[in-house]
């Protein structure tokens, strides 16, 4: 099982550029969430989906954009990037919401300048 | 809203002394998990705690529930610097049902 796996891990962008977070787990877990994480700080929710279909908001979610078409796949678009978007991305998936571990991607470091 | 706490926010230790975050929350959890993060690196899961008062041990560390189901803490002993990272309380609140995830602690270990 490789897990959660994230691509790209790094990425560049100018300011108003859009760009797609890639999200994927194989271990059928129907919860799935993006966090970010700023230098030095905690983890907030930008969105999370409860199954394919499903996806709702989270602490933050203003700039950014989810789909869940399927299990194991779950992407976060960003539009128009802009420099408070210059972040650590991460994607997790869990069985169940809050009652069993969240298993973290590697991450995407992402900078808007 | 509602908010989990960790507190201290940093800690250097020298290496071989023992080590404590506690977790506080302004409302009653169902759970309590904590992750470790290495330095560049992603949340890994360590633990959950389910019942109130709940007491587990993993090898040098010791993770507590409290008896109102509101704080927790995580106890190292003798930290060694593979213990190096930031520790994350993430609680599942009862009345919305939401994860929070605390701000995290990080510790230094100083050899």
């Known amino acids: 099982n490789a897990g959660v796996t994230q691509t790209p891990k790094f990425r560049i962008l100018k300011i108003g550029q859009s760009m797609t977070l890639q999200c994927t787990q194989d271990?059928?877990?129907?919860?799935m969430y993006w966090y970010r994480q700023d230098p030095g700080m905690g983890l907030k929710l930008i969105y999370y989906?409860?199954?394919?279909?499903?996806?709702d908001k989270g602490e933050v979610p203003n700039g950014y954009n989810v789909s869940r078409s399927t299990t194991e796949d779950f992407p976060l678009r960003l539009e128009l990037a802009a420099p408070s978007q210059t972040s650590v991305y991460f994607c997790?998936?869990?069985?169940?919401?809050?009652?069993?571990?969240?298993?973290f991607g590697p991450g995407t470091r992402l900078t808007v300048l | 809203g509602q908010q989990v706490m960790q507190i201290p926010q940093y800690q250097h230790v020298q290496e071989g002394e023992d080590f404590t975050t506690y977790c506080n929350s302004s409302?009653?959890?169902?759970?309590i998990q904590w992750y470790k993060q290495r330095p560049g690196g992603h949340p890994v899961f360590l633990i959950q705690?389910?019942?109130?008062?709940e007491v587990k041990k993993q090898k040098r560390l010791t993770f507590q529930f409290g008896e109102a189901k509101k704080n927790s803490s995580l106890h190292i002993t003798a930290t060694q610097t593979t213990d190096v990272g930031t520790y994350f309380c993430?609680?599942?609140?009862?009345?919305?049902?939401?994860?929070?995830f605390g701000p995290g602690t990080s510790l230094s270990v100083i050899p």
């Open positions: 997790a998936s869990s069985y169940s919401k809050g009652r069993d571990t969240q298993y």
């Open positions: 271990m059928n877990h129907n919860y």
């Open positions: 989906s409860v199954g394919a279909g499903i996806t």
């Open positions: 409302t009653t959890l169902s759970n």
């Open positions: 705690l389910v019942k109130s008062g």
């Open positions: 993430a609680g599942l609140e009862t009345s919305y049902d939401k994860v929070i």
